[in-house]
């Protein structure tokens, strides 16, 4: 009887067959899985960005600004369409320089909560300003120039009759007599601390000040005791109301008695 022949390669031929195919099902299974994984961090991406995207902050208090109001300091601090939102704020806060607002020195943000912020304002101490080339040079208690601008601040002065050459921003004005801002200073903080407002404060060349409130102007004369100068124009305005003419306080006297001051009326 004749014994049929098996080749050794024929023999493993079937289980070759099936490790080929599970090797190949094994592979896509793989592939299939890595695309899920992919599509998940694909979806994880895009929520992250919606929540990011639309993380607003809610409320913000605005501290220490007196030239600018609450209002005002928020449009400029948040000026841009993203500086609203948290997270964007948050990050340009720790990484980009302020922005630079007018007659304000510089600003914190201070994070209150999550969505919550305040605004801490450090103004510049602006006494006074002086027309230079169309322009408005603002100026320090020391006579520096830290702002030019167009605009007019609420509160402050012109000063006229200053003497001066060239003017350039942050340094000193170049006035002729340095002490005229020990003047300027003592009588802007007395106008302020009576809550007394002027249009303009202007000097002769012996430094004797006149202001300029509207229809009525009020010779001061000599820095000497113009707290009590202006403490005593507080109690003399009220009976001015409505009327146009010139006051002359230069003459301060303790034992004057304030209807002595003469008035001359122009209208």
């Given at each position: 009887?004749?014994?049929?022949?098996?080749?050794?390669?024929?023999?493993?031929?079937?289980?070759?067959?099936?490790?080929?195919?599970?090797?190949?099902?094994?592979?896509?299974?793989?592939?299939?899985?890595?695309?899920?994984?992919?599509?998940?961090?694909?979806?994880?991406?895009?929520?992250?960005?919606?929540?990011?995207?639309?993380?607003?902050?809610?409320?913000?208090?605005?501290?220490g600004n007196n030239k600018y109001t609450?209002?005002?300091?928020?449009?400029?601090?948040?000026?841009?369409?993203?500086?609203?939102?948290?997270?964007?704020?948050?990050?340009?806060?720790?990484?980009?320089?302020?922005?630079?607002?007018?007659?304000?020195?510089?600003?914190?943000?201070?994070?209150?909560?999550?969505?919550?912020?305040?605004?801490?304002?450090?103004?510049?101490?602006?006494?006074?300003?002086?027309?230079?080339?169309?322009?408005?040079?603002?100026?320090?208690?020391?006579?520096?120039?830290?702002?030019?601008?167009?605009?007019?601040?609420?509160?402050?002065?012109?000063?006229?009759?200053?003497?001066?050459?060239?003017?350039?921003?942050?340094?000193?004005?170049?006035?002729?007599?340095?002490?005229?801002?020990?003047?300027?200073?003592?009588?802007?903080?007395?106008?302020?601390?009576?809550?007394?407002?002027?249009?303009?404060?202007?000097?002769?060349?012996?430094?004797?000040?006149?202001?300029?409130?509207?229809?009525?102007?009020?010779?001061?004369?000599?820095?000497?005791?113009?707290?009590?100068?202006?403490?005593?124009?507080?109690?003399?305005?009220?009976?001015?109301?409505?009327?146009?003419?010139?006051?002359?306080?230069?003459?301060?006297?303790?034992?004057?008695?304030?209807?002595?001051?003469?008035?001359?009326?122009?209208?």
């Amino acid at each position: 009887m004749k014994k049929d022949r098996f080749d050794k390669d024929d023999y493993f031929y079937e289980d070759e067959y099936d490790e080929g195919y599970e090797d190949e099902y094994s592979y896509e299974r793989e592939k299939k899985a890595k695309h899920m994984i992919l599509g998940g961090f694909v979806i994880i991406i895009l929520l992250v960005a919606v929540i990011l995207a639309s993380a607003r902050i809610k409320t913000i208090k605005v501290i220490g600004n007196n030239k600018y109001t609450s209002e005002e300091m928020v449009s400029k601090v948040f000026s841009d369409r993203w500086d609203t939102n948290a997270f964007y704020c948050f990050w340009k806060d720790k990484t980009k320089p302020h922005k630079q607002i007018p007659f304000v020195q510089r600003y914190d943000i201070n994070w209150e909560g999550p969505l919550d912020v305040s605004i801490t304002v450090y103004e510049k101490n602006i006494v006074g300003y002086v027309d230079y080339m169309s322009s408005h040079m603002y100026f320090d208690k020391d006579g520096i120039v830290v702002e030019s601008t167009t605009e007019n601040l609420e509160g402050i002065p012109r000063i006229t009759g200053l003497t001066f050459g060239s003017i350039v921003l942050y340094k000193e004005l170049p006035v002729q007599n340095m002490h005229v801002f020990n003047d300027i200073l003592n009588l802007t903080g007395s106008l302020s601390d009576n809550e007394i407002k002027c249009d303009e404060i202007a000097y002769d060349e012996l430094l004797n000040a006149t202001l300029k409130m509207g229809d009525i102007q009020v010779y001061l004369g000599s820095n000497k005791d113009m707290e009590m100068k202006i403490y005593t124009l507080k109690d003399i305005l009220p009976n001015l109301e409505g009327m146009k003419g010139t006051l002359n306080l230069s003459d301060y006297n303790e034992s004057t008695d304030h209807e002595s001051y003469i008035f001359r009326s122009s209208n």
